[in-house]
């Protein structure tokens, strides 16, 4: 997988946003950075953001994870989601998919 320059900014603010939640969701992601690869950390991140943003029920998926090649991680919600997105330019990895969105189109606007 190829990060573009926005993907890497918005994996970045999710790292950020999960470390300064604090408590449990500051030491699950500390101990990912020092034991996993970055991406796979910042990943990890990303997922739990989009979940708490977008207050997915745990059967849905957030737009990060678009597009799977696997049938039963296919979700239509989180593929337009992701398509929006990207629609305005704004990387599927952002923490906060739909404040993103919204800010896009007010800036077109």
């Known amino acids: 997988m190829i990060l573009t320059d926005?993907?890497?900014?918005?994996?970045r603010l999710c790292i950020e946003q999960m470390r300064a939640e604090g408590g449990v969701h500051q030491e699950?992601?500390?101990d990912k950075l020092e034991h996993?690869?970055?991406v796979q950390a910042a990943h990890f991140a990303c997922f739990h953001r989009q979940c708490a943003t977008l207050s997915l029920p745990p059967w849905s998926m957030p737009?990060?994870?678009?597009g799977a090649a696997d049938e039963a991680l296919k979700d239509p919600e989180a593929d337009a989601l992701a398509a929006e997105m990207q629609s305005l330019g704004i990387s599927r990895y952002h923490p906060d998919?739909?404040?993103?969105?919204?800010a896009a189109?007010?800036?077109k606007a």
């Not at 926005?6 to 994996?11: C, G, I, Q, R, T």
């Not at 737009?63 to 678009?66: G, Q, Y």
């Not at 998919?97 to 919204?102: D, G, L, N, T, V």
Request: aromatic residues 8%; positive net charge; contains cysteine.
């Open 28 to 30: 699950q992601i500390e």
């Open 36 to 38: 996993e690869p970055w």
């Open 105 to 107: 189109k007010r800036a």
């Open 63 to 66: 737009p990060c994870w678009a």
């Open 97 to 102: 998919p739909k404040s993103a969105i919204a």
């Open 6 to 11: 926005n993907d890497k900014a918005a994996l």
